[in-house]
T-cell receptor, first 110, second 117 residues
Framework: QQPVQSPQAVILREGEDAVINCSSSKALYSVHWYRQKHGEAPVFLMI?????EQKGHDKISASFNEKKQQSSLYLTASQLSYSGTYFC???????????FGPGTRLSVLP | GAVVSQHPSWVICKSGTSVKIECRSLDFQATTMFWYRQFPKQSLMLMATSNEGSKATYEQGVEKDKFLINHASLTLSTLTVTSAHPEDSSFYIC?????????????FGPGTRLTVL
């Protein structure tokens, strides 16, 4: 079952922060985050496993709330290069039922 | 990160012809390869999952006889769109995973844009 992402789209000024949420109606085993720029393939950002993981790299971090069946991606001090569509992908069980969310379109303006 | 290539990058064909798209993992052995289809401004829709040496598992609503998938080796999977029609025009993306799911990410190919006239 496809996870729900919010917001659908967001416009930021360079340097502002953003949060993208991904939630599922079913229990999750893992949440994957990818970014896709127009006309290009998705690029992996990070994976979070059940157990309440939080991860980060540079100014992008994410958390996984197993109880709430949701994950949030945090973009701090946005850069122009952060523009793109962010997809979360979820697995309900180990190695099963991987499905991408509908995506969140992020635009960072100068 | 690992590199996945797709060939061709784009193809234009006439209705009724068959088109083959290759997906290769260049620097790792892919236990599993995935084929996605993406329409403009939409999410990636999983079409099928293939494991080397076994038959592909197709998602509901995807015609097995129309979208033939072969995963002949740990580095190569092919998708053949048979008797293509204009409604098959789309962006087809493959991805490859080195191990089992969970903490193994998918590495995506650059995609193939298919246009059927």
């Amino acid at each position: 079952q496809q996870p729900v992402q919010s917001p659908q789209a967001v416009i930021l000024r360079e340097g502002e922060d953003a949060v993208i949420n991904c939630s599922s109606s079913k229990a999750l085993y893992s949440v994957h985050w990818y970014r896709q720029k127009h006309g290009e393939a998705p690029v992996f950002l990070m994976i979070l496993l059940k157990g309440g993981e939080q991860k980060g790299h540079d100014k992008i971090s994410a958390s996984f709330n197993e109880k709430k069946q949701q994950s949030s991606l945090y973009l701090t001090a946005s850069q122009l290069s952060y523009s793109g569509t962010y997809f979360c992908g979820t697995e309900n069980n180990y190695g099963q039922n991987f499905v991408f969310g509908p995506g969140t379109r992020l635009s960072v303006l100068p | 990160g690992a590199v996945v290539s797709q060939h061709p990058s784009w193809v234009i064909c006439k209705s009724g012809t068959s088109v083959k798209i290759e997906c290769r993992s260049l620097d790792f052995q892919a236990t599993t390869m995935f084929w996605y289809r993406q329409f403009p401004k939409q999410s990636l829709m999983l079409m099928a999952t293939s494991n080397e040496g076994s038959k592909a598992t197709y998602e509901q609503g995807v015609e097995k006889d129309k979208f033939l998938i072969n995963h002949a080796s740990l580095t190569l999977s092919t998708l053949t769109v048979t008797s293509a029609h204009p409604e098959d025009s789309s962006f087809y993306i493959c991805s490859a995973r080195a191990g089992a799911a969970g903490n193994n990410e998918q590495f995506f190919g650059p995609g193939t844009r298919l246009t059927v006239l």
